[in-house]
Structures are given as C-alpha cells and as structure tokens.
C-alpha cells in the first residue's frame, strides 16, 4: 500500500515539474502562431498553452519581411558548423601528441593546458576584444589586398578564438589513453607514420568523444551571445542571438519575437531529442570526468 | 660493471642513432600536430590573461590615436570608489549565495526523482533538459515576457490564489527583479546539473544499497549514509561549476533589465562590459575583470578545500 502510495506521489512530483519545464517552452511555440490580441487574451487561461484560435504563419513571414533573419541564420550555421569542424580536428591532434607521443615538454603543455580550464571566459572577455582590435588583417580593397590591423567585424574573430579547447583536448586525452597503446607499435611495425594512426586507428575509435566535442563545442557556439555583441557590428555579420536586439530597436509585436525565438530555438531541440542519448552522455562525461 | 658489457657497447652506436632519428621525428609530428592548438590556446587565452594584469594598470581605450600609457593603481583607486562597483558585488554575490545552494539542491531532488526505475523516465529527463540546450538570450526574452505585470506568471498568481494576490511588476521592481531573475536562471540551469547529479549516483554501487535495506535502513539512512558520500567527487563538481556560472551572471541582466532598476540587478561583468564596451574604457574594464578573476579564483579555492576537508 505504501509503496504503491509513494510510488504515485513520485509520479505526480515528476509530472508537475514537467509542466514547469515544458509549459514556457510551449507557450513560447504556440504564441508564435497567434496575433498579439489572442496572445494577450489567452494569457488568463490554459488556452495560452494551446494551439487554439485563429492559427497562422503570419508572425513568421512578417519577421523574415522586417529583420533579415536568414541572414542571421546562415551566419549561425556557418560559423558553430566551422567552430566545430575545426575545433575536432585541431583539439583531437593536440590531444593524440599529448597521449600517445614521446616528445620534450610534454608534460608541461598539458599541465598548462589543464590549468586554464578554471579561467572563465568571462574574466578575460574585455581584455580579448582590445587584443583582437590590435591583430594584424589581410582585407580585400577593390582589386589588391592590404594589411590592416583589427578582427572587429570578421568571421574569424566569431571563430577562431573557440577553435582550441582546452576542455575539449583534455577530453580527448583521456579517450585517446583508453585505446590500447599496442596498436600504435603494431602500426608503427608495419610502416605506418603517426598521422596515418591517427588517422586510420585512433580516430575512427573515437567515434563518441568526437560526438561529446562536436555537441560542447556547437551548443556554445550557437548560443553565443557576449561575445558576438563585442565584436560584430554590421548587420550582415550578426548571428541570431544578437540578432535578436534587432527587435529591441524595431519595436516590434510580441507575436513576431515569439516566431523568432522559435526559429533559432526549434531546430537546437530537435536535434536534442534525435540524440537525445548521446547529448546527455557527453554532458554527464563532463561531471564524472571533472 | 659486468663481465659481458662489451658487445653490446660496440652495438649501441648503431642502435642509438636510429632510435635517435625515430625520437626526433617523433618529437617533430608531435609539435607539429600539437602546435594549431598551442598558438591558438596562447593567442585566445594566455595573451588575454595576462593583457588583463597588464592592461589593468594603463589608461588603454578600445579605439584610441595614442598609445596605452602606465598608470599606475589610478585604474583600482577609481573602481574601489565606485558605489556601482560595490552594489554589483553585492548584486553577484547574492544571485551566487541563493543560486548554488537552490540549484544544486533542486537538481539532486531531480536526479533522484528521475533515477527511479520507472515507465517514461527517459520522458521525464528529457522534459527537465529542455530548457538547457535553450539559449539564455531566447530564455530571458521569453521571461521578459512572462514577468510583466499583466503577463503569464501574474495571471497564474491570481488564478491559483482565486484573484486575492496581484503579484508586482516583477522586473520593473528592485525588490523583486534579482529574485525573478534568480528563479529564472534556476528553471533554465537546473536539468544540466541534474544530468551530472545523475551521473554519479549510478557510478553507486547498488549492492550497498542492497546491503542498506537488509539491515533494515530506512529510505532516509540509505540517502545518508550510502548517496551522500557516494557522490563526495560530483557534489564538489556541481558547486564549483555553478558557482562559478553564477558569478559570470551577464546574459539574463543584458536582456532584461541593463541593470535596473536603480543598479538593483547590475552584476560585475555586466557592469566591465558596459565600462569596457560601451564606454571603450578598456582599462578600467581590465582591472574590474581582474578583481573578478581573482574573486572566482579564491571562491572555488575556498571550495575545493572546504568540499576535500569535510570527508
């Protein structure tokens, strides 16, 4: 009997949290689709979670007509797409000559290495934009190139301060140990150089670390917003969360930021209930791992 | 030394010299496959660190015709003068001190909850990460709008409490602001630490719990005596990281409320990127960013050896 009580109080206790978690969500989705008037008139009843009314697409043409969102869009994808490309690439090659390599001063890159992960991005955030505005700058001006110097305004400077990871190579290091070190000399007997270990061995073994660096690198990269609202100015280089301030000045209706909100937060949870499992792996590696 | 040692004297040459050549091309791959991530590391990261130390003593401008000039302490002086300086301390460290016990702790109640063997659990986490993998700008914006006086969570207030309780303009008011702000920042960050929560009670071994119920331990004993330690190296995990979180507090400030009302919500590091980026003042933005720094620094100190020292 008491079990059988506790066993739906639990269940309830589960339920109810949901509905706190899922309804801001839900509110979000379902006010896309509705004018600012059936918005504010269903605010006082659970109609405000419901797809209910006069549903259209409405808010969302009238947002792509007013800000240019695909604009912000494809810089988005373009640039957590490269982040992440780059960032298992270069993280997983520093991490392979950190692990498996013999070579002077090895250990004192990964104890450097280790150490700035406490830094927190935030406490050197300032100092970085001056410093970017000093680096040096290839720019294409009519038909020659100059040098120049600042990375304000560049997709690079959105990009390659987030390539190295020092969390993503400490990752990897410690994947990469798990592999059996035997390998490597076989290989080595049979004439195999070590970038084809790394390439035709070590890697295609690491299919989940690689999976766990591509979601921690992307999901930051996507969501990032101090950053960009430093060093991007132009409006053809913003990504969508600073996007977003856009509406600030364009006094917009709720509805549209609503639609907006949606656009850049749907496909994130989408792909996070595909894979789910893997998200949630690569998240829990971190804490039991730190 | 031995009897036998000179054959293989006589081979050693030989032999080194190749193990010499096969040690220096590996030495060579190495630096060369380590060496994108170790300049990028040293350009994005120690350079800006130590900028930060350096630049905190100058009179740098973000834009400037004349070159950084040594100042001396000028830059600290001003900032321990600064009455913005001390309410945005004041403002992280209450967000702080409310937000890693309320967190940490709802997340443990999570994770416990969802550990149960149970139909539709992976629903259930599934449902408590949502708001994880949403972004903290869409998070605000979507609050922004819940919070207002005629908005979402009043309208709940007044239907759950039959219309006797009208619940304030809740951003618009300072005493109210950093609390929304707080509950906020707790619904979207919970279900990550829940996850990490998770984690470690499954690395428990289930045959104490086994042992536990045998003698006869009640549900309460068991979480004392089996869970508690059990999760001695996540639990120092979870407080560090979010306490470290919450102090960077700049996001939900940014969209919602620049600060206001009356400085009631400004933070540290919102208040250096609006010195430092807003009004250029790149210096005086080091030196706030170095009294965080350190602040972060000796916090988590303090915590790594208070969570170490407690077992």
């Known amino acids: 009997m008491t079990s059988l009580l506790k066993r739906i109080s639990g269940h309830a206790g589960r339920i109810v949290l949901a509905l706190v978690f899922a309804l801001p969500l839900l509110f979000m989705l379902v006010s896309s689709l509705k004018t600012d008037d059936q918005i504010f008139g269903d605010l006082g009843s659970p109609r405000a979670f419901l797809p209910v009314g006069a549903l259209s697409l409405d808010n969302y043409t009238a947002m792509f007509d007013r800000v240019p969102a695909a604009r912000f869009l494809l810089n988005s994808v373009l640039i957590s797409s490269i982040t992440v490309v780059l960032g298992v690439i270069i993280n997983s090659l520093a991490a392979f000559a950190l692990s498996r390599m013999q070579w002077p001063g090895r250990r004192l890159v990964l104890t450097t290495v280790i150490a700035t992960l406490i830094v927190p991005f935030?406490?050197?955030?300032?100092?970085?934009v001056w410093w970017v505005n000093q680096l040096p700058l290839l720019r294409v001006n009519g038909f020659h190139l100059e040098w120049t110097t600042g990375w304000m305004d560049t997709y690079q400077v959105q990009i390659l301060p987030f390539a190295?990871?020092?969390?993503?190579?400490?990752f990897f290091h410690q994947f990469f140990q798990s592999i059996p070190k035997e390998l490597d000399e076989a290989a080595i007997m049979d004439g195999a150089g070590w970038f084809t270990i790394y390439r035709r061995i070590v890697m295609p073994l690491s299919g989940p670390a690689v999976a766990t660096v591509a979601i921690l690198t992307f999901l930051p990269a996507w969501n990032s917003y101090l950053w960009p609202l430093m060093v991007v100015q132009s409006e053809e280089l913003r990504p969508v969360m600073v996007g977003i301030s856009y509406f600030f000045q364009l006094n917009v209706g709720w509805g549209q930021i609503m639609a907006y909100s949606s656009?850049?937060?749907?496909?994130?949870?989408?792909l996070f209930v595909a894979f789910q499992r893997s998200f949630v792996n690569s998240i829990a590696s971190t804490g039991v791992k730190g | 030394m031995t009897t036998n040692t000179a054959a293989p004297e006589r081979l050693r040459p030989v032999r080194r010299t190749r193990t010499n050549n096969a040690r220096r091309r590996e030495s060579l791959t190495a630096l060369g496959m380590a060496t994108p991530a170790v300049v990028l590391l040293i350009v994005?990261?120690?350079?800006?660190?130590?900028?930060?130390?350096?630049l905190a003593f100058t009179d740098a401008r973000l834009i400037s015709p004349t070159p950084a000039r040594f100042v001396g302490l000028r830059n600290f002086t001003q900032l321990f003068e600064d009455p913005v300086f001390y309410k945005s301390l004041r403002n992280t460290v209450y967000f702080a001190v409310v937000v890693v016990p309320l967190q940490a702790g709802l997340a443990l109640v999570l994770a416990l909850l969802v550990n149960a063997k149970v139909r539709g659990v992976n629903f259930f986490r599934t449902v408590y990460f949502l708001p994880v993998v949403t972004s903290m700008v869409v998070v605000s914006l979507l609050w922004t709008f819940l919070?207002?006086?005629?908005?979402?969570?009043?309208?709940?207030?007044?239907?759950?409490?039959?219309?006797?309780?009208?619940?304030?303009?809740?951003?618009?008011?300072?005493?109210t602001a950093m609390p929304a702000i707080i509950l906020m920042s707790v619904w979207q960050g919970v279900g990550f630490h829940m996850i990490i929560w998770l984690a470690g009670l499954q690395t428990i071994p289930a045959e104490l719990y086994e042992a536990a119920e045998l003698d006869g331990a009640t549900p309460w004993h068991r979480f004392r005596h089996v869970t508690w330690p059990g999760l001695r190296a996540t639990r120092t995990f979870v407080l560090v990281t979010i306490t470290i979180a919450a102090f960077s507090l700049f996001t939900q400030i940014r969209v919602m409320t620049q600060g206001g009302p009356l400085d009631s919500t400004t933070t540290v590091v919102f208040q250096a990127v609006r010195t430092g980026y807003d009004q250029q003042q790149t210096a005086y933005a080091a030196a706030i960013s170095l009294v965080f720094f350190l602040l972060v620094l000796t916090v988590s100190l303090i915590q790594r050896f208070l969570t170490r020292e407690k077992d």
């Open chain 2, 147 to 175: 919070y207002r006086e005629d908005g979402l969570v009043n309208r709940v207030i007044s239907t759950l409490t039959l219309g006797h309780v009208q619940g304030p303009d809740w951003l618009g008011d300072p005493a």
């Open chain 1, 263 to 270: 656009m850049i937060t749907v496909p994130i949870l989408a």
């Open chain 1, 164 to 170: 190295a990871n020092a969390f993503s190579i400490f």
């Open chain 2, 44 to 54: 994005f990261l120690v350079v800006p660190v130590a900028l930060a130390f350096a």
């Open chain 1, 122 to 128: 935030e406490t050197f955030a300032l100092p970085l």
